[in-house]
């Protein structure tokens, strides 16, 4: 969750995730490595660019994705060429007043261990998902695989409305380098295995599949880039980091949206209710500063345009 604005919002979303962390899972986190790639784009209408190199749009990002979860499917919105390495976006083009909307849903082997305990929590907060349904506001969801198993009734709702986009976040919510503000590192063997494993089972779902992807604390390296270049898929980080998980008032996560929040921005939110208790507080007044600043939700694929 790095916001590339400037070196101070860098810092301060760092650290922010870096304590985050370390509520849920130890000590002093270490430093996410630095990205291998970066997906840059425009500051016009003009396709993205990888390098200097255009980047043509994906095939079939003409009216509403596929209705598929089909691994490797070029008509999804985010397909790339498989074998070649995913390219890393953060945001879409400067141009318009289209921002998307994300949500991560975070699910590990600890927070799947409470959920069967005697006072089980929720992770699945339904008080956003309902705003969103009755604003009618386009959201993209990013579920970890194990998310989804066990909360099968809402993902099916989510898949149902045209407006949501379904995108990838993992199975298990483990790490993709060795050191990653101390998630449990997944091996390398593992990682397409893993990740291919959670299109499979978002895809059963149907609706508005996506071949988005979102590495667990935004760590990533070449190495775990090459592991899923068989799989065809664009990785999205974002650049405007609410700062949601554990948060106890509302009031920092929606100063921390609108500050950073600019034309072509992917906002990061989460949707895991015991972990970020205040965004469903928080969201409505974003949704009412971003209509003050004349900024509009759009499905991710949109606000990208790939």
């Known amino acids: 969750m790095l916001a590339k604005n400037s070196r101070v919002l860098l810092t301060a979303a760092t650290l922010a995730l870096a304590a985050v962390v370390a509520l849920l899972v130890g000590p002093t986190p270490h430093p996410a490595p630095v990205r291998a790639v970066v997906l840059k784009a425009p500051a016009g209408n003009g396709p993205a660019t990888v390098g200097g190199t255009a980047v043509p749009p994906t095939p079939g990002q003409s009216g509403l994705p596929v209705q598929s979860g089909q691994p490797g499917n070029d008509g999804l919105p985010g397909a790339t060429p498989p074998g070649t390495l995913p390219p890393v976006v953060d945001h879409g083009p400067r141009t318009g007043n289209k921002v998307a909307l994300t949500f991560d849903a975070d699910m590990t082997d600890t927070m799947r261990r409470q959920l069967r305990g005697p006072h089980p929590p929720s992770y699945a907060n339904l008080a956003i998902v309902e705003l969103l349904e009755r604003e009618r506001v386009p959201a993209t969801f990013f579920l970890t695989g194990k998310w989804v198993e066990d909360y099968p009734e809402l ?37 397409t295995r893993d990740v291919a494993r959670t299109f499979e089972v978002i895809g059963r779902y149907g609706g508005r599949q996506t071949r988005y992807f979102r590495f667990p604390g935004l760590c ?8 899923l270049a068989p799989l065809g898929l664009t990785v999205v980080d974002g650049d405007v980091v609410s700062g949601d998980p554990f948060a106890t008032a509302w009031q920092p996560i929606v100063r921390a949206v609108l500050s950073q929040v600019r034309p072509g921005s992917v906002i990061i939110l989460h949707v895991t209710e015991a972990n970020a208790a205040m965004t469903d507080e928080a969201l409505p007044r974003i949704l009412a500063g971003l209509a003050e600043r004349g900024l509009e939700p ?4 949109e606000v990208l345009g790939r």
């Open 155 to 191: 993902t099916r709702r989510l898949a149902a409305n045209p407006r949501f986009e379904l995108a990838n976040h993992t199975y298990g919510h483990a790490a993709f380098t060795p050191r990653c503000y101390h998630l449990t590192p997944l091996p390398r063997r593992e990682m």
């Open 220 to 227: 990533h390296d070449r190495t775990a880039l090459a592991e």
């Open 298 to 301: 759009a499905p991710l694929s």
